[in-house]
């Protein structure tokens, strides 16, 4: 992964970056698209970052890994203000013409530079130790995740419309969630095409069963998948800010989906749980 736990991100005034980690052009604006019209979404290939109505924190989730076979949560940033969950933005940034294709650890690096410039973000991390987690493994009989026919890279396909099938998988590269309402529960479908295991899989996954997802399962490659679950939503107006954990009752659970539709399981155990401190930060200047 990109940092090792004892690692320390310290975005201060002597030069941190190398030159080829630095984007050629980039553009900051404030987002006018509005939440319903258009989905939040960072994406990135080799060549190109782009994000549309996203939030700080959801850049931040991007650029930084704890590492570990495990991707950031909400819970996981601290110290940020307010309006790094309410401001969104709109940004389109590219690598330097004629130059090959970044890997996904350096296009981390770049938006770490670029958030650095921008917004005057200094940051470092902490770990919580002893913490309830889960570990993503392979269920007894092995993994049912049907691997993508094409391995290559997936460049940015364009933001996917509101009204789609459930059952049709996204471009390469997306992850989409499909949300059906009733009373008390939620049918959810997530699909994604050619993702690898983390953080992508593992970023699906996370935000529906409370704890911090470590993978375990040493899959490689990139993946297709569908996965429907019920959701228990029966307490959320109680306390807006928990993530609400599915529950037989009202259907199937994400730990029975996983197990039985792709065959995965997770185990619960404990473990030290990297976390990122905002130290700074303020809203960008635009160009």
Not at 151 to 174: C, D, E, F, V
Request: glycine residues 6%; neutral net charge.
């Amino acid at each position: 992964m990109l940092y090792s736990v004892a690692l320390i991100l310290l975005f201060m005034s002597q030069p941190f970056f190398a030159q080829k980690d630095v984007f050629e052009a980039a553009s900051i604006k404030p987002s006018q698209t509005g939440f319903l019209r258009t989905p939040p979404r960072v994406a990135a290939d080799g060549r190109r970052f782009t994000a549309s109505n996203a939030t700080v924190r959801m850049l931040l989730q991007f650029a930084c890994s704890p590492g570990l076979g495990r991707s950031l949560r909400n819970a996981d940033i601290i110290g940020a203000p307010g309006w790094t969950d309410t401001d969104r933005f709109e940004i389109e940034a590219k690598v330097q013409d004629g130059e090959p294709p970044v890997s996904r650890e350096q296009m981390q690096r770049m938006v770490q530079a670029l958030l650095s410039d921008r917004f005057q973000l200094k940051l470092h991390w902490d770990k919580r130790d002893n913490v309830e987690i889960y570990n993503l493994v392979s269920a007894k009989d092995g993994s049912k995740l049907k691997k993508s026919e094409d391995q290559t890279t997936p460049m940015i396909a364009p933001q996917l419309a509101l009204a789609i099938s459930p059952t049709a998988l996204p471009p390469r590269g997306q992850v989409r969630t499909i949300a059906n309402p009733s009373p008390g529960s939620m049918l959810l479908t997530i699909s994604g095409a050619s993702i690898p295991i983390v953080p992508d899989f593992v970023n699906a996954v996370q935000p529906y069963v409370g704890r911090p997802v470590v993978d375990r399962t040493a899959l490689t490659g990139l993946f297709d998948f569908q996965l429907q679950f019920a959701l228990d939503t029966s307490g959320i107006s109680a306390a807006p800010n928990a993530a609400p954990v599915a529950a037989e009752p009202s259907g199937t659970s994400v730990f029975s989906a996983l197990q039985e539709q792709l065959g995965l399981k997770l185990e619960s155990s404990k473990g030290a749980v990297d976390v990122l401190v905002v130290d700074t930060i303020q809203r960008p200047s635009e160009n």
